[in-house]
Structure formats: C-alpha cells, structure tokens
C-alpha cells in the first residue's frame, strides 16, 4: 500500500505564500504521477494540480494557475506545492494523491486516484 503524508499547512494572509509537501511511501515513487486536490467546507473535494512521473508535465486548475506550482523530488520521494498570491477563497483542506495506476500520464479526476494524505488545512485570512 501507499502512505502518503503532507505538511505545511497553516495560517497565512491574503497576498502571502505557503508550500505544502507530501511525503509519499509504499511504492517506486518515481513511477506515478502525483496529485494535489483541495476541500472547502461545504464544498466538493477539487483537482487542483497535478504532475506527472518525470516531474517535466504539469496540469492546474484554472483557479490556481499562475499562482500555484507544483514539484516533485523524485530522490526524496516528496511532491511539493508552492503556493502563492493567497487568497480566501483557497482556504480548505489540502491532500495529497496518488493514482491507482500508471495512465492517464496527468489524471484530473478523483476517481483515477487510490491513495490520499491525510490532508493538511489552509487558511488564508482577508
């Protein structure tokens, strides 16, 4: 099985930055893409951004793009997301995916993920 384990979240200002990172487990790292997806209350759980096995594919919500990046280091079996320019409306629970199998090369759908962090909270204040 996989394990995976995020961090970096907090509390942060409109306008601020946050990194995230997963640290993921439990199987050749290098060989999956990786997912970030978000959950606001009262809200359906969202892709948010994803990236592929090599690190050199990315895809974005078009409400993070430009501001948000995402990044692997495959060595250190850790997926990143660099966010910046927060705002309020990104505040919610942030996880961490892994698909269940090796295609599509960047999957944008829930379903396409077997593997979830145990999420990490993002609050941004106006």
């Known amino acids: 099985q996989v394990q995976l384990v995020e961090s970096g979240g907090g509390l942060v200002q409109a306008g601020g930055s946050l990194r995230l990172s997963c640290a993921a487990s439990?199987?050749?790292?290098?060989?999956?893409?990786m997912g970030w997806f978000r959950q606001a209350p009262g809200k359906e759980r969202e892709f948010v951004a994803v990236?592929?096995?090599?690190?050199?594919?990315?895809a974005y919500a078009d409400s993070v793009k430009g501001r948000f990046t995402i990044s692997r280091d495959n060595a250190k079996n850790t997926v990143y997301l660099q966010m910046t320019s927060l705002k309020p409306e990104d505040t919610a629970v942030y996880y961490c995916?892994?698909?269940?199998?090796?295609?599509?090369?960047?999957?944008?759908?829930?379903?396409?993920?077997?593997?979830w962090g145990q999420g990490t909270q993002v609050t941004v204040s106006s």
């Open positions: 990236i592929n096995w090599s690190g050199r594919s990315t």
């Open positions: 439990g199987r050749t790292f290098s060989r999956y893409a």
């Open positions: 995916a892994a698909p269940s199998t090796g295609r599509p090369l960047l999957p944008l759908r829930i379903y396409e993920y077997g593997y």
